[in-house]
């Protein structure tokens, strides 16, 4: 079946602009997280929801970045007034339930670049 | 604060040797992951490892988890050229209520398998 999708793949901005990027998780994955990576930082975690409670946002790493999930499927990731430290890949995994032990499934990722 | 440590963070080795791919975590978890990343491509699940003891093997690569020791480890059999990428760990954190949450990945290995 399909795969964790995400869109665009590459994203070039201004610094200061606002981006969004977009997770479709496998149908039926509860659980969905945001990670990005980067050289320097690694893969980082960022937000994570399940199902209809309250997201985890306890990486998300300033009050410019924050992301919403609609219906319980595709997310979005939004960035306001982007800076080159933001520069990184933007990868979203799901996983079918949020038991502990399910294994995550990753996208392609999006490649943000602030110029 | 969980940290997973990896080494060695890169391997250079020849075809048809073996290796070993060390995975130490800080904290207590039963939840051992183990991703391949190509260049410029997404990570792939290679193995879940959900309880002390747990071994698995897929071709040339085998995963082991000791719990007690915090150590994971990923054993590479004969190496061919095509297992060259980069090799992360992650530890799964346990939520309130049995869920998982985020992932937290070691730096990755970077191996290159050369003829």
């Known amino acids: 079946g399909a795969g964790v999708s995400q869109s665009p793949s590459n994203k070039v901005t201004e610094k200061g602009k606002d981006v969004e990027l977009r997770c479709d998780p496998i149908s039926g994955h509860t659980a969905l997280y945001w990670y990005r990576q980067s050289l320097g930082q690694g893969l980082e975690f960022l937000i994570y929801f399940q199902g209809n409670s309250a997201p985890d946002k306890s990486g998300l790493p300033s009050d410019r970045f924050s992301a919403e999930r609609t219906g319980g499927s595709v997310s979005t990731l939004t960035i306001q007034r982007t800076q080159q430290e933001d520069s990184a890949v933007y990868l979203c995994a799901s996983s079918l339930r949020s038991e502990f032990g399910y294994e995550q499934f990753f996208g392609p990722g999006t490649r943000l670049t602030v110029l | ?115």
């Not at chain 2, 604060?1 to 990896?6: A, S």
């Not at chain 2, 075809?15 to 410029?40: A, H, M, V």
């Not at chain 2, 869920?99 to 191996?111: D, H, P, R």
Request: glycine letters at 8%; proline letters at 3%; hydrophobic letters at 35%.
């Open chain 2, 1 to 115: 604060e969980l940290k997973v440590e990896q080494n060695p963070l890169f391997l250079s080795m020849q075809e048809g040797k073996n290796y070993t791919i060390y995975c130490n975590y800080s904290t207590t978890s039963d939840r051992l992951y183990w991703y391949r990343q190509d260049p410029g491509k997404s990570l792939e699940s290679l193995f879940v490892l959900l309880s002390n003891g747990a071994v698995k093997q897929e071709g040339r690569l085998m995963a082991s988890l000791d719990t007690k020791a915090r150590l994971s480890t990923l054993h590479i059999t004969a190496a061919v050229h095509d297992l060259s990428a980069t090799y992360f760990c992650a530890v799964g954190l346990q939520h309130y209520g049995g869920s998982q949450g985020n992932l937290i990945f070691g730096k990755g290995t970077k191996l290159s398998v050369k003829p």
